[in-house]
């Protein structure tokens, strides 16, 4: 009885391992933009890197500054906003992937309360199995969407922007040196961003199949089910 308690809830446990790191991936940056100057008599280098977060775009801290070097570029904002800082695309972008992360937790969650309660009830595991499948869409979709969409975002929210940046490609770097000064951004995935959706992935696709025993009959599923 004990085994067959442990069998049943695998699959169910490894569904809200899941959705845990889908919520930490609503604490985590996505993405940054890092931009250093360097000049050849020495002086230097000044660093900001700019790092994004999910969020609505009128919350503070969404954007977040990181200066050094020389009191930074002189207006290190520290904590803001897309709203802001007027990044009204950038925001959208933003906001649409904290709706997928938030919803595919949400989802995982049900899937995992419906596992752990089946107790043999094929409906109730097929609804789990369903639910959970969902969930694994909505978390791969999520730093798709992101990536896909940012570039274009950030091209209508930056009009001038250069020919080689976050605009134009979701991650790169670049280097240009004009009167003896050298300038290095890089752009792409912060620490976090898109990793955690996918470890999310790779724990749900775990998951199942969720552990079925007929009442009074053999187990059905694979090799979570109860023994």
Same mark, same amino acid.
């Given at each position: 009885?004990?085994?067959?308690?442990?069998?049943?809830?695998?699959?169910?446990?490894?569904?809200?391992?899941?959705?845990?790191?889908?919520?930490?991936?609503?604490?985590?940056?996505?993405?940054?933009?890092?931009?250093?100057?360097?000049?050849?008599?020495?002086?230097?280098?000044?660093?900001?890197?700019?790092?994004?977060?999910? *969020?609505?775009?009128?919350?503070?801290?969404?954007?977040?500054?990181?200066?050094?070097?020389?009191?930074?570029?002189?207006?290190?904002? *520290?904590?803001?906003?897309?709203?802001?800082?007027?990044?009204?695309?950038?925001?959208?972008?933003?906001?649409?992937?904290?709706?997928?992360?938030?919803?595919?937790?949400?989802?995982?969650?049900?899937?995992?309360?419906?596992?752990?309660?089946?107790?043999?009830?094929?409906?109730?595991?097929?609804?789990?199995?369903?639910?959970?499948?969902?969930?694994?869409?909505?978390?791969?979709?999520?730093?798709?969407?992101?990536?896909?969409?940012?570039?274009?975002?950030?091209?209508?929210?930056?009009?001038?922007?250069?020919?080689?940046?976050?605009?134009?490609?979701?991650? &790169?770097?670049?280097?240009?040196?004009?009167?003896?000064?050298?300038?290095?951004?890089?752009? *792409?995935?912060?620490? &976090?961003?898109?990793?955690?959706?996918?470890?999310?992935?790779?724990?749900?696709?775990?998951?199942?199949?969720?552990?079925?025993?007929?009442? &009074?009959?053999?187990?059905?599923?694979?090799?979570?089910?109860?023994?």
């Amino acid at each position: 009885m004990r085994r067959s308690t442990a069998g049943r809830l695998i699959g169910p446990i490894l569904l809200l391992v899941g959705a845990a790191l889908l919520i930490a991936a609503l604490v985590t940056p996505w993405y940054s933009y890092a931009v250093s100057i360097h000049e050849e008599s020495g002086g230097g280098p000044l660093n900001e890197t700019t790092v994004y977060f999910l *969020g609505i775009s009128s919350m503070n801290g969404t954007i977040r500054h990181y200066c050094s070097g020389f009191g930074g570029f002189g207006a290190c904002t *520290g904590q803001t906003s897309y709203s802001t800082e007027d990044l009204n695309n950038t925001g959208i972008v933003a906001e649409s992937a904290l709706f997928v992360v938030i919803g595919a937790s949400a989802i995982g969650v049900l899937a995992a309360a419906l596992g752990m309660t089946s107790r043999g009830d094929s409906r109730r595991v097929a609804a789990g199995l369903a639910l959970s499948v969902v969930s694994l869409a909505l978390g791969i979709v999520a730093p798709v969407l992101f990536a896909l969409t940012l570039p274009s975002a950030m091209a209508k929210d930056f009009p001038h922007h250069p020919a080689s940046g976050p605009s134009t490609s979701f991650f &790169g770097s670049s280097s240009n040196t004009t009167f003896f000064t050298t300038v290095t951004i890089a752009w *792409g995935p912060a620490l &976090g961003s898109g990793f955690v959706p996918r470890a999310w992935a790779l724990v749900a696709l775990l998951a199942p199949p969720l552990p079925l025993r007929r009442p &009074g009959g053999p187990r059905l599923g694979g090799r979570h089910a109860a023994l």
